[in-house]
């Protein structure tokens, strides 16, 4: 069964690779300890896959909630604490204080940090005001801010070594993602795709705050930092203005792909990933074009910001598929011969598999049966819509046009998976996805732009497929072939991140607020417990005093507490129907709380 | 505007004393006594809506369920029912007045506690928002009211022409 290279061996040959000159050899080396939990993916390569093994498919169910901790927000919770040494780092939504935990002596804090920051950010913040955590590096916490300030805490006291403005939330720009740390920069993105906010990727350095470099998703060569001749796209240079040519006018200036998801780093290729958001608006027949480059898988060198590739997904959004999902990076046997891939499954329902190397296309599947807006991706090299999904008329909204209300689109605009990352098990080969199983229908219509206001244009309502009650499925997926290996019902969507561990077992969170725990290779639940909130937090693992520990942040909110509080209606059931499908308020209520999970003596 | 208020505190007791289930509608009696060029008001002049008995609803309405849906909803919830952290407007109109509302939209509300700060943005400068404003009003009139349920309207009033010209004036650009 081992065909696959495991996260250890990978991350060890990066190690010898990337040289001690360039590479952060603090955080390489800190996170191949399983004990600790040191960036807020995992690892560099966005895995979750954790080598602790002392829970395992068979004492699984004896798990037992080993501690709690209120965060004093009552909001989303996203995200996942660190674990460095014996000190726990956590955050929260707005006001997004941090807390240091001390481990070893009765989980006391140690410091709190909480910004003072303008409440007018809370309204522009488009779904709920999460923050999806911290990061660490050169005995310093980073945290970005609602309000986009990037702020470096002494990880000791607390103290603020540095801060920068990354953004202006008067023009909506604001913060949800977390800060990553590659090398000696921090880099961080921006949100508000629903501001009309042009979407960047800032690189700030480790020891000063001083900006290095920042690539916008559109407009001139200078500011994506694309070289019209050594940047490629499907293994050809991309030319010229290509993130100008393809929009009327200056819609590129407010025209979205905004950059709030997880980032990815390949020590080896010096390459980061991540994907940009939706165009703005919502309305496609405002913004005529590709609307390159949103919805794009980025390449870029980690020193320079120079794109190295970049693929379109959805070329000319018309449904909101934000293409801000994670890119998990594993080396996979494909075609006979080991392949460097990245793997990323997208809102719009399509699973890709790339070479990450050179972003030339292997595989490209839905991983969800229901997704029906395409036919699926022109997969021949020759054709002239190379790498193009084929858009079915139908649910096409560009072709029913503005003041059309379209029916029946597969998945909804929160698309078939959001930010709630998937985990990837170097031993069984698979990737384990907590998805979202809606549908939607979409009515586009003209809007215009004010700086700071919403820039929305559409309507929108969503449904479970129709026949089906389940509003969410937890899949595991062969990335090599493009199919689903196994497939769990869950009835709301499920909006948290994965965890796999080498004990066998993958644990995640559901929206009623349950920790499940499955066994890896079939999909069997083994345990669950029922947690104060609704969970939207990714579910993490570290040891201590030689225990392993498995944590999870509750605390319902986000785009699903949105539109699922209140349930969602069968819109084929008329006038009057009220509640068709279960609301979550049945379920849960709001709350900010850490449960940490271990087996008892 | 007291006299609103008073109103307000009325209707609240009315239907105590008549013992019956009316609902309560912030701004008195929501029943269209006059319409005119599609857009219905009530005795008081306040906007309101108008559905016919084959489910039929008014423009306005229509457009209200549209405009909620694009620019509320991200807080609100869809159908006006709420999310985990706003509060549901279905529910908000059963007490505030036709003038509370314009307030609230234009000037923003901030509510600070402990637990947590809600704050509603400042849409009065937004055409998207303040353009349609009665439409969204009437929407959710009709949703307190339970006039309208939490579907997309199917059937409604064609588009009147005057609003057109309305819409095309204040978006301030041509179609």
Redesign the interface.
Known sequence: MRKFLTGTMLSTAAVIAAGSAYANDELIKLSQDAKQWVMPTGNYANTRHSALKQITTDNVGKLQAAWTFSTGVLRGHEGAPLVIGDMMYLHGPFPNPVYALNLKDENKIVWKYEPKQDPNVIPVMCCDTVNRGLSYADGKIFLSQADTTLVALDAKTGNVVWSVKNGDPGKGETSTGAPMVMKDKVLVGISGGEFGVRGSVTAYNMKTGQRVWRGYSMGPDSDTLIDPAKTTNLGKPVGPNSGTNTWQGEQWKIGGGTTWGWYSYDPDLNLMYYGSGNPSTWNPKQRPGDNRWSMTIFARDVDTGQARWVYQMTPHDEWDYDGINEMILADQQIGGQTRKTLVHFDRNGLGYTLDRTNGELLVADKYDPKVNWTTGVDMNKSSANYGRPAVVPQYSTEHNGEDVNSKNICPAALGSKDEQPAAFSPDTGLFYVPTNHVCMDYEPFRVRYTAGQPYVGATLSMYPPQGETNMGNFIAWDAKTGKIAWSNKEQFSVWSGALSTAGGVVFYGTLEGYLKAVDAKTGKELYKFKTPSGIIGNVMTYEQGGKQYIAVLSGVGGWAGIGLAAGLTDPTAGLGAVGGYAGLRNYTSLGGQLTVFVLPN | MPLRKNLFAIALVLPMLAGGAAIADGAGDPTAVKSTDGEYFDKDGNPTYKIQAD?TVDWYTYSG???????C???H???G?????AP?LKNSLKQLSYSDFLGIVAG?R?A?NT???????A?G?????MCYINDIYVYLRARANEA???????KREPKPEEYTKAEDAC???K?
């Open positions: 489910g369920y549209r405009r909620y849906h694009s620019e909803h991200v807080c919830g869809p159908d029912e709420g999310s985990t952290y549901a923003g901030k600070v637990a947590q700060e809600s704050v509603m943005p849409f400068t937004n055409p998207n928002v309208v349920g939490r579907v997309r309207p199917e978006l301030g650009e179609r």
